[in-house]
């Protein structure tokens, strides 16, 4: 609904908007989200710059890189999430047949190769991390989605993590700083991903899928996830004192502390799926913060 909102918006003509092949591009980006990737792709600059070496043709293409393989995880997911969205988002593309399975297959196929593609282009190490990437993708979708606290683990290593570290990596390698630094994304990331299943409470139920608030009571866990999304405020001065990051990276995240704490109190109040869902796009835009902090520190 963000992409279709946004071009709506940016059309500002009903008949551009009522157009088929405007619709059907739009349900292919719906299902492809592709604007839920630029934080990972974000991260990987950001693991350039804290190295402190910066190739502008490796970052652009390691950008497509993550953008493509991320988008393509992103179509798999909605194929195995058919049953759960006919619950919580019957209006998904691949649920009201906007898009048929077999367009969905042909998009993933297509972007795996593009992300191949780009990798090559970037960095040979890409091309490795690429089929992590893709691995880990076909993990969580299959296996770890069901159980929340191996879904987040996997979606902090997906998301920012490995695109970090791959940065990182690319011309460096394994040291005291990238391991702290990957140490306190895991700390106060691990469980802000809770923040998007308030909204799917009963497709979940029904899949089997023990998310925090399936496995904590909505109520319950809004205090787990509010905790999380805290931890900037208690911790931001580790990365800042033992490895002499600039001022701006510690008053960014500081800034971004509060604003996350800020919708951690709304969630409290109430896990509603429309505010939850407003909740975790805002909190995506805070991510994306996130990252810039991270490229500037």
């Keep these: 609904m963000e992409i279709e909102s946004f071009i709506s918006r940016f059309a500002g003509f009903e008949w551009f908007w009522n157009n088929h092949l405007i619709t059907h591009g739009v349900d292919i980006l719906r299902i492809m989200m592709p604007n839920r990737a630029f934080a990972s792709a974000m991260a990987f600059v950001a693991g350039m710059a804290l190295y402190g ?55 993933m196929f297509t972007l795996i190769t593009l992300g191949f593609v780009f990798a090559y282009i970037a960095a ?11 691995c880990l993708g076909i993990i969580y979708s299959a296996f770890t989605k069901s159980t929340w606290y191996l879904s987040y683990l996997t979606l902090t290593t997906t998301h920012l993590v490995i695109p970090l570290a791959t940065g990182y990596l690319v011309y460096g390698q394994l040291d005291f700083k990238i391991m702290l630094i990957i140490g306190f994304i895991y700390l106060t990331e691990g469980f802000i991903w809770s ?19 399936v496995s904590l009571k909505p109520e319950n866990a809004a205090k787990v996830t509010f905790a999380t999304l805290c931890t900037p405020l208690i911790f931001s001065w580790i990365p800042w004192h033992f490895l002499g990051l600039s001022v701006f990276f510690i008053i960014t995240y ?9 919708l951690g109190s709304m969630l409290l109040k109430d896990q509603t799926p429309s505010l939850t869902e407003g909740i ?16 500037m520190a």
């Design 280 to 295: 975790l796009k805002n909190f995506r835009y805070i991510l994306f913060i996130q990252m810039i902090a991270w490229c």
């Design 254 to 262: 500081m800034i971004a502390g509060i604003a996350r704490a800020y």
């Design 124 to 134: 040979p190490i890409l091309i490795f991390v690429n089929i992590l990437y893709i």
């Design 53 to 107: 070496m910066f190739d502008i043709q490796t970052a652009f293409f390691g950008m497509l890189m993550i953008i493509s393989t991320y988008s393509s995880q992103a179509v798999y997911n909605n194929l195995k999430d058919i049953d759960g969205d006919s619950v919580n988002a019957p209006e998904r593309p691949l649920v009201n047949g906007s898009i048929t399975l077999p367009e969905a297959k042909t998009i």
């Design 195 to 213: 923040i998007k299943d308030y909204k799917d409470v009963l497709g979940d139920e029904k899949m089997g899928v023990n998310s925090l608030p």
